[in-house]
Structures are given as C-alpha cells and as structure tokens.
C-alpha cells in the first residue's frame, strides 16, 4: 500500500479512502511563466505539484519570469524532489530535452494501484506526448473502457502531478482545449498547449 503524507481523503473511482502519512515531505517553490508552482515530495517520489493562481492575470503587475526558478526551498531538497525541479526547469526553458530526462519517482496513491484513474494517468504520461493532444473520449479508449470518457475528465481533475502527467494535453473532440484547474486556468492551458507547439515546430 502506498502511504500518502497528507492525511488527505482521495477519490479513487468513486471510493474513498484515508491514506495515513508516514513519509515526511519536503517542498519547494518556483516562479514559473505560469506564476507559482510549489512541488512536494518525500524520499519515496514526488506527491504534488500545485500551480498557485495567487493572483489574477489582468492583476499582474509584474512580469513573468521567461524560465522556471527557485523561489523558496533548496536547502530541503530531496533527490526525487530535486529530479522533478530539473525536469520543470527544463520543460520552460527547453522542452525538447524532457523527453531524454528521468522522470522523478511518484508517490501519491492516484498513480499507483490498479484503478481507472491511475490507468488514465499512466497512459497519458507514457503515450501523449510534447506537442500532441488527445481527446477525452480517445484516451478513454487508450485506457481500455471506451465508455468512460466522463471518468477520464474526473480523472484529470484529481492528478496530483500536472505538467509532469500532462493533462492539459487532454481536449474536447471537437477540438476546444477544455477546462483546466476547474476552469480557473483555462488561459494556462492554452499558454502550455501553444508553449508546446512552437516548441515542437521549431
């Protein structure tokens, strides 16, 4: 069993269940062109990754940096932890490297076991790819229950891991991005769906 250290009651397909923290997690911030993104993980993988929308867009004042740095937290690194910082490092600055970089370990337990929402997510991440896009209704099919495509949008709604699983590859099939982060960051993914095309086309 995969222990979670939030205390947190996740949604596994309709069930819940209380995960009792034994893993003591570190966390880091950075200051992304998305804004705030804070990573947290223990020795075992990375648990979370939370892009923090602190403030609306037409409020910025500021403007945002044009790569990925660290805010808060590098003294309390860990090694999965500090893999996961390379990876997003890398994604903003030259995302057509991740595809050669290790991904760090995960340890959250929607990625683990053997429940749609944790066969969703591992087939996005190992199928869909920098500068591509699937619909709800195919990635369903991709997971092995075509009529689920309802569960796929739950499904990407409780990933833990965004950007490194990338949900925001994951469209209407008509072709319209779809909600992100419950509609309140739409505009981040039409911002990663456009970072990544001129990414792959250049």
Known sequence: MVKCSTGQHFLNDGEMSQRESLCAQKAISLLSPLGKIQVSACENG??????????APTERTDEPPQSCVVSEGRAESSPELQRCVEWLQA??????????????????PALHGDTFTSRVLQTLLRDVKMGETVSYKRLAEMAGNPRASRAVGGAMRRNPVPLLVPCHRVITSSGQSGPYMRGKGNHLKQWLLSHEQLRKEG
């Open 46 to 55: 990375v648990h979370t990754i939370q892009i923090i929308m602190d403030v």
């Open 91 to 108: 994604y903003f600055s030259e995302p057509w490297t991740v595809g050669s970089l290790p991904l760090p370990a995960f340890h959250h």
